[in-house]
C-alpha cells in the first residue's frame, strides 16, 4: 500500500460510525485520512437497540470505556433472548448468551446431559446455564476479571439507543481525527476505465475524492447499488417477513436483562428494555397482514403508554452478490439485510469493518483479497440466514395461514443438514467463523422441539453414578451464584462493578 490513503464514508448512523471509529483506530499512524459525509436531512433506520456478546469487542478495540458507553446510551445488560410463542402457543424457551454446564469426560457437555436423559433424569438443559438462571430472576453482574469460576460460562452483551451511539462514536472518532462533512450526495464520480469511484460530488458544490468508499447509506445503497449495480440475492422465499413497526413506550418494572421476542398470527413482537424506555416492535408479513392491523397489534400489546408516533419500516430480506466491488465496500444496511429476530444487525456491521481491517486493500485493489472478503461475508451472511430460518420452519403452530406457511418453508440444505446431524446424534458441527455457536444452536433447536434420537456414547466412559453427581453439583453451584447477584435494575441506575463471593 503506498500512503497516504484516502477512504470515504458515505453516510452516518450505527453503520457509518461504526465504520469511522475502528478504521480510525487501526489505522492511527498510517497517515490515513477518513471523512465521513452525512446528512441530518437523512434520517437513519435506528431501531436495531439490541446487540450480541461480541460486540465487547469492538467497543475495546475502538476504546469505549463501558461504564461511559452504558451510560452515554442509555444502555441496559442483555444475558440472552426469551422466545415466547414460537413452537407452541403457550410455549417459551431462553437462548443464553453463555455455556451450558463444563465440559467433562470425552465430549461436549450436552453429550452428557443426553446421556443422564437416556438414563430417566428429566432436568432440562436451562438448569445448566448460569445466565438462564440469572435471567429468570431478573440479576446481572459484570462477571469478575480471571479465575475459573462458573463464571467462565457467562456471557452478555447490551440493549442500547442505537441514535446515542452513532452519535457517541461520532464524538470518539473526531476526537482521533476524523473529518465530518454535513451534506447531500448529488453525484457520484467513475474512473470511465476502471469504473472505479473517484469522487463523491455534493449538492453545494464540494468535491470529496478518495481511493476506497464505503457505502453507509442504508436500504438506498446508493453506492454499491444504484452506482456500482450490485444484484441483490432476495431471501425472502425463507425468510417471508417484509414489514416492520416500530414505537417506543415507557419504562416499566421489573428491568428485564433480556430481550423478549412474542409470536405474532402474522410476525413477530420484539421487547427491548432501556434506562429510559422500553423499545417494542412488530416484524411482519404484508402478505398475511395489512399494515394497519399490523400497528394495532403491536400497540395493543405494549407494557406501558407509548412515547411516540409509530414508525413504519419495509425490508427485503437477503444480502448483495457482493458485499465489495470495485473500491465500494458496503456495511450495514446497504450490503444486506436480515431482520432482528437473533439481534445481529449491528454485528454484521462490526463484522464488515473487522473483515476490512484484516484484508485491507492496496492501491491495487487485489481481486483476489476482494474475493476473499466477499466469500467471507456471504458465508457469515448464509449463516446467520440459517440459524433465523431455524425458528420459523421448525414450529408445531398451525393456527394462522403465516404460520402453516413457514412450517412448509423448503430450508436450505445446509439448514436440512444441520438440524438432522442433530435429530440423529445430538452432534453439532460448529465452524470457528460462525457467530452462533454451540449454546446458541442447542438453545433454539431444543426450544422449537428438535429432540435427539441418539447421542455420543462416548458420554458412557463416565460412570452414571459419577454423572449424576457431577451435574447435581454443577446445578447446585448455578443456583448458589444465581442467588447472590443484585439486580440487573440496581446495576444499571447504580455503578456497575460487583465482585462475586
Known amino acids: 500500500m503506498t500512503l497516504p490513503y ?37 434520517g437513519t433506520v435506528g431501531v436495531g437497540e439490541a446487540t450480541i456478546p461480541p ?26 433472548i426469551e422466545f415466547v410463542n414460537w413452537w407452541r402457543q403457550g410455549h417459551r424457551y431462553f437462548h443464553p448468551f453463555g455455556r451450558y454446564g463444563d465440559d467433562f469426560g470425552l465430549v461436549p457437555f450436552h453429550q452428557q446431559w443426553l446421556a443422564a436423559r437416556a438414563a430417566g433424569d428429566d432436568t432440562p438443559l436451562a438448569a445448566y446455564s448460569l445466565v438462564h438462571a ?51 450526495i448529488e453525484h457520484v464520480a467513475r474512473d470511465p476505465e476502471s469504473g472505479f469511484v473517484t469522487a463523491l460530488h455534493l449538492t453545494d458544490g464540494r468535491v470529496v475524492a478518495g481511493d476506497l468508499f464505503l457505502d453507509c447509506t442504508g436500504f438506498r445503497a446508493l453506492l454499491i447499488g444504484e452506482v456500482m449495480q450490485t444484484p441483490y440475492l432476495d431471501w425472502r422465499h425463507w425468510l417471508p417477513c417484509d414489514r416492520a ?55 395493543t400489546n405494549l407494557d406501558g403508554p407509548p412515547l411516540a408516533e409509530p414508525r413504519r419500516l419495509r425490508f427485503v430480506t437477503g444480502r448483495r452478490e457482493q458485499a465489495w466491488r470495485g473500491n465500494v465496500v458496503s456495511i450495514g444496511l446497504a450490503s444486506g439485510f436480515l431482520e432482528p429476530l437473533e439481534s445481529t444487525s449491528l454485528h454484521l456491521i462490526q463484522s464488515a469493518v473487522t473483515k476490512l481491517i484484516h484484508l485491507f486493500p492496496g492501491r491495487d485493489f487485489d481481486p483476489a483479497v476482494r474475493d ?33 406457511h413457514c412450517a412448509a418453508i423448503d430450508q436450505p440444505d445446509s439448514l436440512k443438514d444441520a438440524i438432522g446431524l442433530f435429530r440423529r446424534t445430538g452432534r453439532l458441527f460448529i465452524r470457528d467463523e460462525d457467530i452462533f455457536h454451540e449454546p446458541s444452536w442447542l438453545a433454539v433447536l431444543l426450544g422449537q422441539g428438535v429432540t435427539p434420537q441418539g447421542r ?46
Open 6 to 42: 484516502r477512504i470515504v464514508i458515505a453516510g452516518g448512523g450505527s453503520a457509518g460510525w461504526m465504520a469511522a471509529a475502528a478504521l480510525v483506530r487501526q489505522l492511527r499512524g498510517t497517515g490515513t485520512a477518513i471523512t465521513l459525509v452525512e446528512s441530518e436531512e437523512i
Open 55 to 80: 460486540i465487547q469487542a469492538f467497543n475495546r478495540m475502538i476504546g469505549l470505556d463501558e461504564t461511559e458507553f452504558v451510560k452515554a446510551t442509555r444502555g441496559t445488560f442483555k444475558l440472552g
Open 134 to 184: 440469572a435471567a429468570a430472576s431478573g440479576r446481572f453482574a459484570v462477571p469478575p476479571d480471571g479465575g475459573q469460576s462458573v463464571f467462565a460460562t457467562y456471557g452478555y452483551a447490551y440493549h442500547f439507543d442505537a441514535g446515542l451511539y452513532a452519535t457517541h462514536l461520532r464524538r470518539l472518532s473526531e476526537g482521533h481525527g476524523v473529518t465530518r462533512l454535513e451534506g447531500m
Open 245 to 299: 413497526v416500530a414505537v417506543p413506550c415507557a419504562r416499566v418494572e421489573p428491568l428485564t436483562p433480556f430481550t423478549r421476542s412474542t409470536a405474532r398470527d402474522a410476525g413477530w413482537q420484539w421487547r427491548i428494555p432501556l434506562q429510559h424506555r422500553t423499545g417494542n416492535g412488530h416484524v411482519y408479513c404484508s402478505g398475511f397482514i395489512d399494515d394497519q392491523a399490523a400497528e394495532d397489534a403491536l400497540l
Open 372 to 404: 476473499e472478503y466477499n466469500r467471507r461475508m456471504a458465508t457469515e451472511f448464509e449463516r446467520v440466514r440459517d440459524f433465523l430460518i431455524l425458528h420459523y420452519a421448525q414450529t408445531e403452530r398451525d393456527d394462522t395461514p403465516f404460520w402453516r
Open 456 to 501: 455420543d456414547e462416548l458420554a458412557d466412559a463416565v460412570p452414571a453414578a459419577e454423572r449424576a453427581d457431577i451435574l447435581q453439583a454443577m446445578r447446585r453451584v448455578i443456583a448458589r451464584t444465581a442467588d447472590q447477584l443484585p439486580t440487573h435494575a440496581s446495576m444499571v441506575d447504580g455503578p456497575f462493578s460487583w465482585q462475586g463471593r
